[in-house]
């Protein structure tokens, strides 16, 4: 392997290709092709802040020879019934030696442009020399560059640097002696026209000494310079940054044995390292990696990198829960950006403490962190202009973003939300911003706020079937979890847990992913264990998926939804008061999501019921529903009218429940939330025994009255029981068995009654022995 800064043996074949285009040797259908190939693999693509690079795979800077046998074979030269591979090859094997090689780089500066200097350097010779005949380039054109680094590289190179390269070279272009007849003679001639001149071969000594070790060394192994494995690291950091990911086991392992050989390390090999250690949760080897590059930017005196690792300390320090260090750690990034007027670090420094005060506010205060662009809002503002100032459309696509979450975490109007979230998908589209899973995602959150399950798990479909090889792996598992619990909404718990095992084994390798995953399958399996009172196993799953300061915000409140569930389920009515006053006090402290807030009024509303007190959760469920409404929460909205409906038929207004249930449950069944459907079902078919028993059973009337609400009252709780069976709620459906054996009874029917009841029991003892069985 080269061990150049620059040159290679694929850079080599480049310069035979520019020196084939400056002597006019292409035809003229052949100049952009050829223009363009030598362009792609010599000059990297500038990285920018205005728009998404995009990346497509792994990029590979060791140029195969069959890259230019593709590329020339199809392109006809001057030369009739040749082809510019013939020409191009042809020009390869007349470096027949190491003083040919020297030769082809002293001649390089014939290709250039002479300037004034230049002229009076050499004394005014050659001004008058024919340029007709072929073409001349400018030092400062992008080919004029290539061939200026190339031959200063070259004279650099010490003299043993330079036998491996023309080592190099040799076995490079070996496979090409059998591409095509024409070369046969110059093939022929073997490696080193010098060695046939002498009459040398392999087993003399001298040709031994030169040329022996080719013999030994693998053909296929790749030339790389410096230059070329700072751009291999560079695509890499991209990948990392962009997608969240580890790097992949096998090129872990190929950039291990290409960094191996070179005696400089490079500083992107740092970062390449800390982002791998950081995703693993290897913390030691992060910060080991990371204070690495603080030395090499300390030493470089470059203060660009100390402020980029000063970001990406803070980053780390927050990922897990020192806050403290991190608000440290970005306040003084923030401080050297401004020094060095880096408006991109700034912004993103200031993007990123926004959004942490808003996903950890308790942490955040904690650590000392009283806000320094003023309100929410304020600060998304401030980011926007600056955003739009300095044309960083990526961070302008995500303000807009966070825009549409503060609409509606705070209730505010939809229509608001979705212009926010189309302005950012038209930003999308119009500057090639890659941030269309962020915007799937919130799609996701606004349809389902509305009721509308299935076009929110569409738009998770869509992020996973269209953009799943340019969005984030955090954002992919999320749609996957969001698909999951929508399955676990219709009684699908195999299914959701099918989606959640199903993840790539390779995500599990980053610590928060295999976390986040971790935490959702415990949860659905937590609510499965509530709704089949399976005690045991809800403590035990309990006690293991307690959240800390780095678990999601969402899951938090999702594992806090949950015991709160299991303790009005199990009946320890106090515990879960207590739980709900706790949980809603710290929402109302760090102003929390409407949604979150208004799950915890509901909450506290079913628990007064379930203590047969409905007339205190009367005000509750009523503010819980007005709040709902107003901010178009449409599956709260329907909880809360069956807690009120729940309300009114414990205090005898049955007449009222009825309406309200008949006017909601067509949504909910839109909706598809099961459990939902089953309470709504089961308040309805109260309400009719309720004004069942409001009729005169001695009139003709009233007995035709009766029986016609209690066979609606029936068909209801059939209904709900059904819906109860399929989440296999064990409880309600008994609940539901039970109502039937007293409507049986009540009509003096004890031997439907008594068929009712035995009913009740199987179904109980089938839920104990799939407890038991773990099934």
Partial sequence: MASSRYLTPQKISLLVLVKLYCNSVLPSSATIPILSFILSHSIPPLPSHARARHTSGYQDYSISIRAFEDVLQGQPSSMPGRTLLDVFLKQMWELNSFDALHNLFNHLGCLLARTREDSEQNGGAGDEEDLSDHIVLSKSSPLGTIVRRARLEFTRLQFDDSIKLWSAFIMYRAPTAQWTKRIAGLASSGIDINAVDMELGPGDPLYEVAYGHLEDEDSTEENLSIDDLNRLLEFQLDQLQRLGCRVPEDMKKRLQNMLGPFG????????????DAWKAGDYTSAFDSLHRYYDYAMQTREK??????????????????????????????????????????????????????????????????MGMLGSERDGLIFLKAKARETKMHNLLSATLLNEAKLSLSTGESIPRALEYMYQASHLNIRENVNNNGGSMLLHSTLYSRLGLTHLSSVYCELLLHCYRQTSPIDEKIRAICRCAFAAVQTGCYDEGLDLLENIDSSDHRSLKFHQYIYHCTGIINLKRAIRRTDWTACEHLLSSLKPDSSTDPELSFLLCESRIDYLISRGLYSEAFNAIEDQASSLKEENADILQRTAMLLAKGVLFCKVGKPERGFSVALRAASVAFKARLMPSLWMAVGVLCCILNALGEYEGSGKLLHAVIPQALENADKALIASLYSSLGDSFIGLAGLDDPTSSNGARSLAAKVSRAELFIDRARECYKRVEDTNGECEQLMKKALLAKLRGDETLAEEWAQNHNRVWEEGRKRIVDGK
């Fill in 264 to 275: 400089a390390v490079l500083r992107q090999s740092h970062l390449v390292k800390f982002f």
């Fill in 304 to 369: 660009v990198h100390y402020q980029y690792a000063l970001l990406h300390m803070a980053i780390l320090q927050a990922d897990f829960g020192c806050f403290g260090e991190a608000i440290a750690a970005i306040n003084e990034t923030i401080a050297t950006a401004r020094e060095n007027q880096d408006m991109t670090c700034l912004n993103f420094s200031l993007s990123w403490l926004n959004h942490m005060s808003k996903a950890y506010p308790r942490q955040m205060k904690g650590a000392g962190y």
